[in-house]
């Protein structure tokens, strides 16, 4: 398939929405009495735009852009790390700032890491199968329920990974279902921008791909 611009600029919002939102995770907002990081903001729109790879392009091309955005946000990462332990300028008086909000511990890193893949491939699995199920019909059915699956395995893992034995079980369920909610609620309420990107980007792009015999494993790229 010839990259257009349209893709590329698909893919280009994708990857900007993942490592803004692991930069801006450090922070908690408050949101209707909830405690949520501050990346519910934006971090819930690469699962959106993660549909309309996969409903307009395919899985596929999905797979590809899944696995662009874990290496740029490992170059985002590392640079991030040298930046921290390259010794500050006599000028520069917030180091130990920069290292409280950017210094992400290795156990976080490894929940986010492995969170993003395990959710981004469930919600690009699960949309491309029901795609082929309803034979493309009520695109919102796939949209929402691969957001249920997705986010919800996200979640659970980076959750789980980065505060298991640190946070009492009860505390725990009570943020994982809440961080769910609120991701799966986002989905619903953008349904309506998702049929305008998608309508849209089928006409210009005159395409529609359906993932009749498909591999799904992960690692398969080329």
Sequence with gaps: MTVSH??????????????????????????????????????????????????VYGYQQA?????????????????????????????????????????STPRFLLASFLAYLAGEFTNAIVLSKMKV?????????????????????DTVVVLSIAFAG????????TM?????????AYEVMATPFTYLVVGYLKRKEGLDVYDYQVDFNPLKVS
């Design 63 to 103: 797979r590809r852009v899944i696995w662009l955005g874990f290496l740029c946000n490992l170059v985002a990462v590392a640079a991030i790390w040298v930046a921290k332990i390259l010794p500050p300028a006599s000028v520069f008086e917030a180091q130990q700032a920069y290292e409280r909000i950017l210094g």
């Design 6 to 55: 349209r893709f590329v600029v698909v893919a280009a919002l994708f990857v900007t929405c993942l490592i803004t939102a692991n930069i801006i995770i450090v922070k908690q907002v408050s949101i209707a009495g909830l405690v949520l990081p501050a990346a519910i903001i934006i971090f819930p729109l690469s699962y959106i735009i993660g549909d309309v790879l996969t409903e």
């Design 133 to 153: 199920w309803t034979r493309g019909r009520w695109l919102w059915t796939r949209t929402i329920g691969s957001t249920v699956v997705g986010q919800g395995v």
């Design 166 to 173: 640190v946070l009492p079980v009860a505390v725990l369920v």
């Design 176 to 184: 994982v279902l809440s961080h769910w909610l609120v991701k799966v």
